[in-house]
């Protein structure tokens, strides 16, 4: 052990990888593959040789959450936090896994910390955003995937997450639209969120269709016809959505 450690360090000061470093790297390789036991045997020996390797259990934690092990991924997060507790991926990643497991509240707590460090990234604030939503504050998760979008107006999924709170939970059903439209402009054929797109002109029409039963005449016709419209348009990309499958 003792002339292994001596070996590591004479590479890091000559800028060669140490076999801990080789054996993370081996780990994610065999990772990628689906062999998760290698790829697990790989990260707990660099561990062994250098129990301070924060990529060796930042990388054993994010195969824990792919697997769902989403308990054992935040015990492996946190030792890396321990080494490096600035390092904002693994406080990014803590919060997903408290996010499956319905912690939104400690989700938060790790997103807040990350974005003390960058306040600019963009994965994090939509990711505390998501946490905003499970506790219910959509208008607040509204504002944090907008800060997403600032940041890094390409990014799709957080305008894909911001439709749907505004159609489902907000009932701005025009808002939802102008999202989901933005995303196909560049991906016509995304059939996820075509989708989504016919559920929000659904919904669309069942308010138009609720107003008008509290109105009379006209007024009451023209809100039955802009139903009758968002219906029509519903059911065409419901089809379309059908011909891309």
Request: glycine letters at 4%; proline letters at 2%.
């Given at each position: 052990m003792?002339?292994?450690?001596?070996?590591?360090?004479t590479k890091r000061i000559l800028g060669l990888p140490s076999r801990s470093d080789r054996l993370n790297d081996k780990g994610v390789s065999e990772s990628k593959r689906k062999r998760y036991e290698p790829a697990f045997s790989c990260f707990d020996e660099a561990i062994k040789l250098n129990?301070?390797?924060?990529?060796?259990?930042?990388?054993?934690?994010?195969?824990?959450?792919d697997l769902?092990?989403?308990?054992?991924?935040?015990?492996?997060?946190?030792?890396?936090?321990?080494?490096?507790?600035?390092?904002?991926?693994?406080?990014?990643?803590?919060?997903?896994?408290?996010?499956?497991?319905?912690?939104?509240?400690?989700?938060?707590?790790?997103?807040?910390?990350?974005?003390?460090?960058?306040s600019k990234s963009y994965l994090v604030l939509s990711?505390?955003?998501?946490?905003?939503?499970?506790?219910?504050?959509?208008?607040?998760?509204?504002?944090?995937y907008d800060k997403s979008l600032e940041t890094n107006p390409g990014f799709l999924e957080a305008l894909n997450n911001k439709g749907s709170i505004l159609n489902n939970k907000l009932k701005k059903h025009k808002e939802a639209i102008d999202c989901f439209d933005k995303i196909l402009e560049i991906n016509p054929k995304n059939v996820f969120v075509l989708a989504n797109k016919s559920r929000a002109l659904y919904s669309w029409e069942n308010s138009l269709s609720d107003l008008a039963k509290m109105k009379t005449g006209i007024e009451a016709e023209e809100l039955l016809r802009q139903s009758a419209d968002k219906h029509a348009?519903?059911?065409?990309?419901?089809k379309k959505c059908e011909s891309i499958k």
């Open positions: 003792i002339k292994d450690n001596i070996k590591d360090m129990p301070r390797h924060k990529y060796a259990w930042f990388n054993k934690g994010s195969v824990l959450s769902s092990r989403y308990k054992e991924a935040i015990e492996c997060f946190d030792k890396s936090l321990e080494i490096d507790p600035k390092f904002v991926i693994a406080l990014n990643n803590k919060g997903n896994a408290l996010n499956k497991l319905e912690m939104f509240k400690e989700a938060i707590e790790c997103y807040d910390k990350a974005l003390k460090i960058d990711n505390k955003a998501f946490s905003l939503e499970g506790l219910k504050k959509y208008e607040e998760a509204i504002e944090y348009e519903a059911d065409e990309i419901k």
